[in-house]
């Protein structure tokens, strides 16, 4: 059974271009968490989406950003006109459902924007 | 909301030396926690959970209690190698539907041989 998987490790974007963050989660997880983790800084809540729902997305920038987890294939997040200070890692996690667990998080991608 | 607080870093230790992390919580219902490490470079790895209060979490030598009535999840190792230097995350999660996390913000682990 795989981890969760993020791909690419790493992507460098120009200003103004946009970033696609791809996360396929554990087998038999249907809950996913996306993170983002600034230099020095520890992580901080994004999104949660379930397959074909955004169930919280009250960490997520109101502009630029979205997310999607669709029934079939990866959860993506994207950044639209990325600018210097997206440049961070961002990670995803993923979950089963039920109860008494924890999420278990991928490698993450580092975002650099120059 | 809820939230995490641990003490800030760096913490330098010469090997062999005894470790304390502090964590503190705040939450509004009862919350898992739960230490994850981060090596350079790398994502997190948990590290130890417990999932009510008065559970040790505990592996690779380092343990944490569940203290509900301090609202505290201490990390501690008897004795540290030069291996353990990484960032340590405390973090909690309330079990709504789903297992949002939230960290604290870090510390950072220097050991010294």
Redesign the interface.
């Given at each position: 059974n795989a981890g969760v998987m993020q791909n690419p490790r790493h992507l460098v974007r120009r200003r103004g271009q946009e970033a696609r963050l791809r996360c396929s989660p554990m087998k038999g997880h249907s809950?996913v968490?996306w993170?983002r983790q600034l230099p020095e800084?520890?992580?901080?809540?994004m999104v949660?989406l379930?397959k074909e729902n955004i169930?919280?997305e009250s960490g997520m920038p109101k502009e630029r950003f979205s997310a999607e987890f669709p029934k079939e294939g990866p959860s993506i997040l994207r950044i639209q006109q990325v600018v210097r200070g997206d440049s961070a890692a961002y990670?995803c996690?993923s979950?089963p459902t039920g109860?008494?667990?924890?999420?278990?998080?991928?490698?993450?991608t580092r975002l650099t924007v120059v | 909301g809820d939230s995490v607080t641990q003490m800030e870093g760096p913490v330098t230790l010469s090997e062999e030396a005894f470790l304390t992390i502090n964590c503190t919580y705040t939450a509004t219902g009862y919350p898992?926690l739960?230490w994850?490490v981060q090596y350079p470079g790398?994502?997190?790895?948990?590290l130890l959970?417990a999932?009510k209060a008065d559970d040790k979490g505990s592996n690779k030598g380092f343990e944490a209690t569940y203290r509900k009535e301090t609202t505290s999840f201490h990390l501690e190792k008897g004795s540290v190698q030069v291996s353990d230097s990484a960032v340590y995350?405390c973090a909690l999660?309330e079990?709504t539907?789903?297992?949002?996390?939230?960290?604290?913000?870090?510390t950072r682990l220097f050991v010294k041989a």
């Open positions: 809950h968490y993170y800084e520890g992580l901080k809540f949660y379930q169930i919280d990670f996690a979950s109860t008494n667990t924890e999420a278990f998080f991928g490698q993450g | 898992s739960f994850y790398e994502g997190l790895q948990l959970k999932t995350f999660s079990n539907g789903g297992f949002k996390t939230i960290f604290g913000a870090g």
